[in-house]
């Protein structure tokens, strides 16, 4: 019996990326044309994914969006309003751990509402209920030296929910973790965004992780960096499934991944043979 | 050719091997014996006469002096002077270095305008200064401490200024997208991230801060265990010579375990690596 539960997304649309292109300069003057003419919006508890060979772009994108990295041209709204530097209303979770190593698993999760001058009582409970949330109550007082990947990569989850985000970027956040604990992983976001109310934008480059979190998924192309293809995952049917395996067992699932696998294919560069 | 199956696998017995770690009591065996194979080269050099003993004193004489020199007379107010003029002149360098390494480390700008002026004045050798020096100061303190002073503080801008640098940009984005602005960026991950390093460039460079204080005792002082060895060269007195190269020698090796504790006891949480 597959667990699935009904998306509760809505029609309210959150993130704007409209027309959004970057060029770099390189050292010797000449220009790089990253990404160009991307183009894409994210509804209200949508979570969706980013995909694409490697080197397409999808991260420079969601650095965009972070705020982190500034586009040549183009212009993106989060909730009607222009995105122009890095704020906690676009939290983001990296592929490396960034778990701050001098402060407690408890201090951690506080740190961005304590930057935001969240009351101490407050950060505290809040702090306790996504630190539950990730299932790391046991290890609240510990030190992320004594955490492995996977539960710091919890840690991160929780700090940057608890800052209440209006969007939670993700930067292949599983990517360092064995695939055991990937998969684990990728089940406890499911479960996460079961019981919060989160808009997710992930960049991967994983097909499987793909097609078993997104609601959509934008695929990009390379050279330079557009969009391909973006739609919904239609085997689904709008809902989220919880346990990877059923997943993999539904009706049209290989025919998705399928799918996929060829558009990664087309964008490979022929002078690889 | 054919291997024989039945025969045992046998270990290779090689002692010394590429990269192989030896056993903790055989490092420690090892570790001792070099100390074994000085002091009997040295005692036996001085039994058959080889050395000339008024240059070559047997090591247990030299103790002797030492016990000698500890319980009376100069020698222990020499030993304080000594560290007074490295801890005073130490603390002075890294109140202005780790603060300004620090800055440089994180804003390009403060970089840009410090570095060149920094970078240059390490390719001068401290002791150059002392002629000026002496000029300058007197021959009170100052130039002794001066000359400390500028042994250390340009090398240690550069190694705080490089250890800051090595904060990863990821924690600084986190931070960001957490909201911080950059004075919070800079006090809550900055500083709290290169501390650590800190306080180890900080143990180097005391280590350096020695050899300087030797240096300007010798040269230029009538007190300190520098200049305790330079009168007893004129009596020709190679055990106390002696007997203050190993105090210096010890005293180095105190303020070094003392600031790996210190290390330990600040920094605790990335020294308990469980899982």
Not at chain 1, 169 to 189: I, S
Not at chain 2, 3 to 10: Q, V
Not at chain 2, 238 to 249: K, N, P, Q, R, S
Request: proline share 5%; charged share 20%; glycine share 8%.
């Amino acid at each position: 019996m597959p667990s699935t539960n009904t998306l509760r997304q809505t029609d309210i649309t959150k993130l704007i990326v409209e027309r959004v292109g970057k060029v770099f300069t390189l050292a010797d003057g000449q220009e790089i044309n990253a990404i160009s003419d991307v183009s894409f919006s994210v509804k209200r508890n949508e979570y969706c994914v980013l995909l694409g060979p490697s080197g397409c772009g999808k991260s420079t994108v969601l650095r965009m969006i972070a705020g982190l990295e500034t586009p040549t041209s183009g212009t993106m709204l989060l909730d009607d309003e222009l995105i122009l530097g890095p704020d906690r209303d676009r939290g983001m979770i990296f592929q490396n751990y960034t778990s701050f190593d001098w402060l407690t698993v408890e201090k951690n999760v506080e740190y961005g509402m304590k930057c935001n001058g969240v009351p101490a009582k407050e950060r505290k409970e809040m702090a306790a209920d996504f630190i539950d949330l990730v299932r790391l109550t046991k290890f609240k007082n510990a030190y992320p030296s004594q955490l492995s990947g996977g539960m710091k990569q919890r840690v991160a989850i929780a700090r940057t929910l608890a800052n209440k985000p209006g969007v939670l970027l993700m930067d292949e956040p599983f990517g360092a973790l064995d695939a055991e604990t990937r998969w684990n992983m990728q089940e406890l976001m499911i479960s996460i965004l079961e019981s919060t109310d989160t808009t997710v934008v992930m960049v991967t480059h994983d097909i499987e992780e793909a097609l078993f979190l997104g609601d959509r998924i934008v695929f990009f192309s390379s050279h330079p960096g557009t969009i391909l293809e973006d739609g919904p995952v239609a085997f689904k049917k709008g809902q989220r499934i919880g346990v990877k395996e059923d997943a993999l067992v539904m009706k049209g699932y290989v025919e998705a991944e399928r799918h996929i696998m060829a558009l990664m294919r087309s964008q490979r560069p022929t002078t690889d043979e | 050719m054919s291997a024989d199956l039945n025969e045992p696998i046998r270990n290779s017995a090689r002692r010394v091997t590429i990269r192989k770690p030896v056993s903790r009591s055989t490092s420690i065996l090892l570790g001792i014996a070099i100390w074994v194979i000085f002091f009997t080269a040295w005692e036996l050099a001085v039994i058959y006469e080889s050395v000339n003993l008024l240059l070559v004193p047997p090591p247990e004489k030299v103790l002797g002096t030492l016990y000698e020199l500890l319980i009376g007379g100069r020698f222990p107010g020499d030993i304080l002077v000594s560290v007074f003029r490295v801890l005073a002149s130490f603390a002075g360098a890294c109140l202005l270095a780790v603060p300004l390494g620090i800055l440089m480390g994180t804003f390009p700008a403060v970089e840009s305008f410090f570095n060149p002026f920094v970078s240059a004045w390490r390719y001068l050798p401290a002791p150059a200064f002392i002629p000026i020096l002496l000029m300058w100061l007197g021959t009170g303190e100052g130039p002794k401490l001066a000359l400390l002073f500028i042994g250390v503080v340009f090398f240690l801008i550069t190694m705080v200024m490089d250890y800051t640098r090595q904060v990863r940009i990821e924690l600084i984005e986190t931070s960001l997208t957490l909201g911080a602005n950059q004075r919070q960026v800079l006090w809550t991950v900055i500083v709290p991230a290169v501390l650590p390093n800190v306080v180890v460039a900080m143990r180097q460079m005391l280590a350096v801060s020695w050899t300087y204080l030797v240096i300007a005792e010798i040269v230029a002082s009538t007190t300190g265990i520098g200049a305790m060895m330079m009168r007893a060269r004129r009596f020709l007195h190679t055990d106390e010579i002696m007997a203050g190269i190993l105090v210096i020698g010890l005293l180095g090796l105190l303020f070094d375990v003392l600031f790996r504790w210190l290390h330990r006891v600040l920094f605790g949480y990335l020294y308990n690596q469980g899982r």
